[in-house]
């Protein structure tokens, strides 16, 4: 199952989170006190194809609020923490990095046609996502 040290690869590791960071407490506070732009910089390299980078950063935090602030806001790393949680979700139930990409970047039926992506900006898409996702942790179809 995925677990804290999943998503906290994702966010950049505690090199871009912070060394304290030990336990899933730790990350929570590590979130709740506003995260360094760069753990929203390392999960949108790894879940974004190169042209849609940018295009998703901002979607995650505003560009001029990206630009203006080191560490990103509580809500802005919430909403970062949820994407890497997703991204490494599908990292896990794929067990490659190229076929969680396609299925986060590919519309869904269950999804109303939309992709992953993009219902996972929101703290209740991101719950539908995962809720597809688990069906495959358990050999279900995705």
């Given at each position: 199952?995925?677990?804290?040290?999943?998503?906290?690869?994702?966010?950049?590791?505690?090199?871009?989170?912070?060394?304290?960071?030990?336990?899933?407490?730790?990350?929570?506070?590590?979130?709740?006190?506003?995260?360094?732009?760069?753990?929203?910089?390392?999960?949108?390299?790894?879940?974004?194809?190169?042209?849609?980078?940018?295009?998703?950063?901002?979607?995650?935090?505003?560009?001029?609020?990206?630009?203006?602030?080191?560490?990103?806001?509580?809500?802005?790393?919430?909403?970062?923490?949820?994407?890497?949680?997703?991204?490494?979700?599908?990292?896990?139930?794929?067990?490659?990095?190229?076929?969680?990409?396609?299925?986060?970047?590919?519309?869904?039926p269950e999804l109303r046609?939309?992709?992953?992506?993009d219902v996972a900006l929101?703290?209740?898409?991101?719950?539908?996502?995962?809720?597809?996702?688990?069906?495959g942790i358990h050999g279900?179809?995705?």
């Open positions: 199952m995925v677990g804290y040290q999943d998503v906290l690869a994702l966010l950049g590791g505690r090199a871009a989170v912070g060394k304290g960071v030990k336990t899933v407490a730790d990350l929570d506070a590590a979130v709740s006190a506003g995260l360094p732009r760069a753990a929203l910089d390392h999960v949108v390299e790894y879940a974004a194809p190169p042209a849609e980078r940018a295009k998703l950063r901002n979607r995650v935090v505003p560009r001029a609020s990206y630009q203006r602030r080191r560490r990103l806001s509580a809500a802005h790393s919430a909403a970062t923490e949820r994407l890497a949680r997703v991204a490494a979700m599908a990292r896990w139930v794929w067990e490659d990095d190229q076929k969680a990409r396609q299925f986060l970047w590919r519309t869904h046609g939309r992709r992953p992506i929101t703290e209740l898409g991101a719950r539908e996502v995962e809720e597809i996702l688990a069906r279900l179809p995705v």
